[in-house]
Each structure stands twice: as structure tokens, then as C-alpha cells.
């Protein structure tokens, strides 16, 4: 039996969506039916060719440039949005970057940065969605946290921190919105074919860790979007304040 998913109708926004799994996530709603809001932080380009190849599906896609770590930018990010496109029906928050750098070496303004783009960010657009969510008693959240969040790992201490924050938010948001009829959930990814955890950033030891994993491989990013089209549809309706771990078995709670 299959089960054709449909997000016709509704809206959803995206983080951190002009490449990687961001950009699977965005395609993937898009093809499900939903208007997708491309969020991306000065990545023009990206973002418009995302937003052509959703069009060229049939698909309503706009792109708006925002960074996610600041409250000014988020606010204006979700007035825009709500101006361009109306009500908000899904929200992923995806937007993060990671560094690989000793503990000892990681300076307040790592920390910072890393805090406000992997965890702060999450806060603040579910705190200027969420009201409208509330108004219509309806709505979704994605949170994009890791499994490093879960296991933690050597070099990797403020990324560690912030995800597993990611977490803790969602079970909290999870907990106090439910009432309003709104889900909350995260998706803990294990290691995915990106730019942002290539080689090119990363080192061979940490490549050599994260293949030590049950399925021995790196996810596509196609693959991590898959869970937030589930966790995005009403087939996950019973689903609260979970964290869902497309990882290849890193984490087996």
C-alpha cells in the first residue's frame, strides 16, 4: 500500500535553505504541495536557483535573506514572509554551522557564534512564528539538531552544546504548545553528504569517526528531508516532543 503525502495548502519556512539539507528539505515540501519560504543568509544565487527549480516543479517558492542569529532579521524575516506568502503552517528550523577546534582553543566569540547560529536562532523564530501558529491553532516545528548532540564528541564543544539545546527547546516547546494544537519534534541527523562536513572542512579523523557507524556511510541529504516531510505531514499527528534519528545507527536510544 503506498501513501501519497500532501502538504497542499500550506506554508512552510525554511532555514539555512540555499544548500545542503536545508535545500533537500525546501524541494521535498515543495514537491509534497507546500509554498516554501527560502531562507538563506547572502547566498543569492543558491537561493534563487532553489526557488526556480521549485517552480519549475509546479511548485510557489520566494526567497527572503535573513540572518537567523539576529531578533531585528528574524522579525523582519517572518513580516516579510507573512506579507509575501500568508500564514505560516511549517517551520524548519535548519540554519547551523559547525567548527572543529580543540576546547582549549575556542574562543567567546566561537562560542557566540556557533550558540546564535545553532541554538539562539531556533529561539527566535519559534518565538515570532509561534504566535501566529497559536492564532490559527494549528502548526508544525522542525528543529534540526545532530547526533552529536546526543553523543558529544571531542573537538566539537560548542556544536555539541548548542544541539543538544536544540533538544531541550524542542521538548519544552513540545510541552507548552501541544495544548494550541501545534507539533514540535527535532531530527538528530548523523554525518550527511554536505559541503558544510566535508573534507574540505573537516579533518581525516573526524571522516574516520563519523564512517564508524553501523551502515558505514554518510547520509544524502535527501535522506534527512525525508524525516522532516514526515514530521511536516499529518501521518506524524501523534507525534510530540520527539527526536527522530535518521543516522545510520550512531544513536540507538
Given at each position: 500500500?503506498?501513501?501519497?503525502?500532501?502538504?497542499?495548502?500550506?506554508?512552510?519556512?525554511?532555514?539555512?535553505?540555499a544548500?545542503?539539507?536545508?535545500?533537500?528539505i525546501?524541494?521535498?515540501?515543495a514537491?509534497?504541495?507546500?509554498s516554501?519560504?527560502?531562507?538563506?543568509?547572502?547566498?543569492?544565487?543558491?537561493?534563487?536557483?532553489?526557488?526556480?527549480?521549485?517552480?519549475?516543479?509546479?511548485?510557489?517558492?520566494?526567497?527572503?535573506?535573513?540572518?537567523?542569529?539576529?531578533?531585528?532579521?528574524?522579525?523582519?524575516?517572518?513580516a516579510?514572509?507573512?506579507?509575501?506568502v500568508?500564514?505560516?503552517?511549517?517551520?524548519?528550523?535548519?540554519?547551523?554551522?559547525?567548527?572543529?577546534?580543540?576546547?582549549?582553543?575556542?574562543?567567546?566569540?566561537?562560542?557566540?557564534?556557533?550558540?546564535?547560529t545553532?541554538?539562539?536562532?531556533v529561539?527566535?523564530?519559534?518565538?515570532?512564528?509561534?504566535?501566529?501558529?497559536?492564532?490559527?491553532?494549528?502548526?508544525?516545528?522542525?528543529?534540526?539538531?545532530?547526533?552529536?548532540?546526543?553523543?558529544?564528541?571531542?573537538?566539537?564543544?560548542p556544536?555539541?552544546?548548542?544541539?543538544?539545546?536544540?533538544?531541550?527547546?524542542?521538548?519544552?516547546?513540545?510541552?507548552?504548545?501541544?495544548?494550541?494544537?501545534i507539533?514540535?519534534?527535532a531530527?538528530?541527523?548523523?554525518?550527511?553528504?554536505?559541503?558544510?562536513?566535508?573534507?574540505?572542512?573537516?579533518?581525516?579523523?573526524?571522516?574516520?569517526?563519523?564512517?564508524?557507524?553501523?551502515?558505514h556511510?554518510?547520509?544524502?541529504?535527501?535522506?534527512?528531508?525525508?524525516?522532516?516531510?514526515?514530521?511536516?505531514?499529518?501521518?506524524?499527528?501523534?507525534?510530540?516532543?520527539?527526536?527522530?534519528?535518521?543516522?545510520?545507527g550512531?544513536?540507538?536510544?
Amino acid at each position: 500500500m503506498s501513501v501519497a503525502i500532501s502538504l497542499a495548502g500550506r506554508t512552510a519556512l525554511v532555514t539555512g535553505a540555499a544548500t545542503g539539507i536545508g535545500r533537500a528539505i525546501a524541494l521535498t515540501l515543495a514537491q509534497a504541495g507546500a509554498s516554501v519560504v527560502v531562507n538563506h543568509l547572502n547566498q543569492p544565487q543558491e537561493a534563487a536557483t532553489l526557488v526556480q527549480a521549485i517552480r519549475n516543479g509546479g511548485g510557489q517558492a520566494v526567497a527572503i535573506n535573513a540572518d537567523v542569529s539576529d531578533g531585528t532579521a528574524v522579525q523582519r524575516l517572518v513580516a516579510e514572509a507573512l506579507h509575501t506568502v500568508g500564514d505560516i503552517h511549517i517551520l524548519v528550523n535548519n540554519a547551523g554551522i559547525i567548527q572543529e577546534k580543540p576546547f582549549l582553543e575556542t574562543t567567546e566569540a566561537d562560542w557566540d557564534r556557533l550558540l546564535g547560529t545553532d541554538l539562539k536562532s531556533v529561539f527566535l523564530m519559534a518565538r515570532a512564528v509561534l504566535p501566529g501558529m497559536v492564532a490559527q491553532r494549528s502548526g508544525v516545528v522542525v528543529n534540526l539538531a545532530s547526533d552529536l548532540g546526543i553523543l558529544g564528541r571531542e573537538n566539537f564543544a560548542p556544536y555539541c552544546a548548542a544541539k543538544a539545546g536544540v533538544i531541550g527547546l524542542t521538548r519544552s516547546l513540545a510541552r507548552e504548545f501541544a495544548p494550541h494544537g501545534i507539533r514540535v519534534n527535532a531530527i538528530a541527523p548523523g554525518p550527511v553528504n554536505t559541503a558544510m562536513v566535508s573534507l574540505q572542512n573537516m579533518s581525516p579523523e573526524w571522516m574516520e569517526k563519523e564512517l564508524a557507524i553501523p551502515q558505514h556511510r554518510v547520509a544524502e541529504p535527501e535522506e534527512i528531508a525525508a524525516t522532516a516531510l514526515f514530521l511536516a505531514s499529518d501521518l506524524s499527528r501523534f507525534y510530540c516532543g520527539q527526536v527522530l534519528g535518521p543516522n545510520g545507527g550512531s544513536v540507538m536510544p
